[in-house]
């Protein structure tokens, strides 16, 4: 029985060492044979200055991760591996290295690679492990992605530190040999007050009644009545709106006027001025034609969708879409979540844990948006007294209105045809189509074309093209009897 324990325990230490000595064998046929071929073929594409097709290659991890197409191999399983499968061209879409194929003997060299298991080394692989959703243990403990904690203020002595926050400043400035800077004199303090809530220095009157007060409260109370006042939210909502790329014009070359984007930065105004909870205040730009499509006053933060750039003398519809729905992406993700969020739109982000996955899930909510011209900043009463009104005064000037347009609507119609024939076929299909017919895509689409076509009837100037001295002269007696 003892000659039979001393065997088993022989063997198991043999077995222990054979297994020892493979895997050294599979580690340096790795470094000698396979790490070279992936440093000098790959890495100049896959790496971490590039990644083609979001694939990486210069850890296994990201290599099982894969890119684009999937997973770049299967440990063990050369034919069922992409990496071996693209080496091996034997697809003519899917070749690597693209420009020329890799020699016979390295092909194999990687085969044997992959049948091995793919060994890599243990430590390096660890670094940089991705989870099943393509995260590291890195990505997953990014600064702005940890929960917010309540840590306690340290103890610090003198009597500078006044609140809780001065102690983590008048720790620091221990730790670093630091003196803090004098207090601020009155007049000093009630102009910094100023500048920072409403922008604007404190009149003469307005600094001598905060610097003569002897009332102990004459800060605090300073400091609400300044939160109080419509100038804070003019103020603050400058900074809101260049988040939100705000501008009262197009942008681009022919940066046509934007005549009602004021009602955006009203709305934002009144938000602040109201301390209006910011969870809803992001609901109803995202959202507020769902929310309450029916209040004024919620459907106007929904013009946040409309603060992208738009270009007039663009005929490619699709391409001008593309343009405004990367916009719209890339803005909520840098404005609600606070990252450089558009980089992943080619790639997974180099530097914040944003897959490119994850920005075209983002993505996916903006999409079916479809911009609107035809939505009106009234209530139901209101727009019901507007039609009422309208209807009275239209009854009135039929007659009018009917010898203006038979001297200038045939003129404003041929510079229609002209706009709408220098758009593609497929989108002037979908301009023809009847409201009822039309798809999704048909509406986002046809808007470019019909907004250019309606320009043209916007800045047609009837004086101008009026020809014959007898129809400008009706013309103009059509137009004050029209008043």
Known sequence: MKRLTILLACLTTTAAFAEDDAQRAAMGFFEKE????????????HADKKQKGSLRMDNIAYINKGGDSGPALVAGDPDKSLIIEAIR?????????????????????????????APWPAAEASRVAVDEHGFTEKDRKFWS?????????P???????KTDIDKF????????????????????????????LHGLPPS????????????????EKLIDELLASPRYGERWAQHWLDLTRYAESDGYNQDAARPAAWTYRDYVIKSLNADKPYNQFVREQLAGDEIDPKNPDVL??????????????????????????????????EVFLGLSYGCAKCHDHKFDPILQKDYYRLRAFFTP???????????????????TEDAKWKEATTDIRAQIDAIVEPMIQKNIDKAYEKFTEDIRAMVDKKPEDRAPEDWQFSYFCERQMEYERERFDALKSIKKPEDKAKYQALLEELK
């Not at 396979?34 to 594409?45: A, F, H, S, T």
């Not at 992605?145 to 203020?153: E, N, R, S, Y």
């Not at 007039?312 to 593309?322: F, H, I, L, P, W």
């Not at 479809?370 to 039609?387: G, V």
């Open 89 to 117: 061209y034997q697809d003519p879409d899917f070749e690597m290295p693209p420009k020329k194929k890799l020699p016979d003997k390295e092909i194999a060299i990687l085969e044997k690679w992959v049948k091995l298991g």
């Open 369 to 387: 948006v479809r911009w609107r011209d035809d939505q009106k900043l009234a209530t139901d009463d209101e727009k019901a007294r507007f039609a």
């Open 145 to 153: 992605f940890q929960p917010l904690t309540k840590p306690t203020p």
């Open 204 to 219: 003469k009157e307005q600094a001598d009644a905060f610097v003569n007060s002897t009332d102990s409260q004459a800060y």
């Open 300 to 333: 106007v933060a929904a013009s946040y969708l409309r603060n992208g750039i738009y270009e007039y003398n663009q005929r490619d519809a699709r391409g001008q879409y593309e343009v405004i729905l990367t916009d719209m992406t890339d803005n909520a993700g």
């Open 169 to 196: 400043v008048a720790k620091k400035h221990a730790e670093l040999g630091l003196t803090p800077a004098p207090e601020a004199d009155r007049r000093e303090l009630v102009r910094r007050l100023y500048f920072g």
């Open 155 to 161: 103890e610090v002595t003198g009597d500078w530190a």
């Open 34 to 45: 396979v790490r070279p071929i992936l440093v000098n073929r790959c890495y100049e594409c």
